[in-house]
T-cell receptor, first 109, second 114 residues
Framework: AQRVTQPEKLLSVFKGAPVELKCNYSYSGSPELFWYVQYSRQRLQLLLR??SRESIKGFTADLNKGETSFHLKKPFAQEEDSAMYYCALRHYNTDKLIFGTGTRLQVFP | EAGVTQFPSHSVIEKGQTVTLRCDPISGHDNLYWYRRVMGKEIKFLLH????????ESGMPNNRFLAERTGGTYSTLKVQPAELEDSGVYFC????????????FGQGTRLTVV
């Protein structure tokens, strides 16, 4: 069964500390992985996708098929990074996104 | 460019009543999706429209939920009769290109059934 697991409900760090939000997936085939972010009082928005292999707002994520992981990383967290982060996967033949339960990132000054 | 718009932003209804949620996708987006997040759980797919046709409704929980997209523009999601477990945040998203396109989300409708 397709599944996305985000083991941490809450991750708290101080400004300037490295951040890693974990995401593991279960899927037989070639999934497309995404990170979505929801800032306070804003809508859910795409942060990055694995096929783009780009860095957005200093965040990167590498797809590791051997470990079935797609962890989100940032070397130096900023206060404005505080938000809810959702990992999601989509199979190429369908359009629906399968989300994890989300991780709330709190960055303290 | 206007984003995906959902109405209402909040709705509180009594068990057994009917509620209709509306979603206006980004103009020109043929693909429209409904998702739901129940308290403490993941955001779950409900269904997918391509224009006015239901492409995938595998996530609809039961026959109390009815989604329509007449004319291929805005969509409505009706819950009748509402039950306590229907409480949650209902998200709508739209995209222009299937499979490869980014899905843009609305701000969500928070439904509370009491």
């Amino acid at each position: 069964a397709q599944r996305v697991t985000q083991p941490e409900k809450l991750l708290s760090v101080f400004k300037g500390a490295p951040v890693e939000l974990k995401c593991n997936y279960s899927y037989s085939g070639s999934p497309e992985l995404f990170w979505y972010v929801q800032y306070s009082r804003q809508r859910l928005q795409l942060l990055l996708r694995h096929i783009s292999r780009e860095s957005i707002k200093g965040f990167t994520a590498d797809l590791n098929k051997g470990e079935t992981s797609f962890h989100l990383k940032k070397p130096f967290a900023q206060e404005e990074d505080s938000a809810m982060y959702y990992c999601a996967l989509r199979h190429y033949n369908t359009d629906k996104l399968i989300f994890g339960t989300g991780t709330r990132l709190q960055v303290f000054p | 460019e206007a984003g995906v718009t959902q109405f209402p932003s909040h709705s509180v209804i009594e068990k057994g009543q009917t509620v209709t949620l509306r979603c206006d996708p980004i103009s020109g987006h043929d693909n429209l999706y409904w998702y739901r997040r129940v308290m403490g759980k993941e955001i779950k797919f409900l269904l997918h429209f391509v224009k006015e046709s239901k492409q995938d409704e595998s996530g609809m929980p039961n026959n109390r939920f009815l989604a329509e997209r007449t004319g291929g523009t805005y969509s409505t999601l009706k819950v009748q009769p509402a039950e306590l477990e229907d409480s949650g945040v209902y998200f709508c998203a739209s995209s222009q290109v299937r499979a490869l396109g980014e899905a843009f989300f609305g701000q969500g409708t928070r439904l509370t059934v009491v």
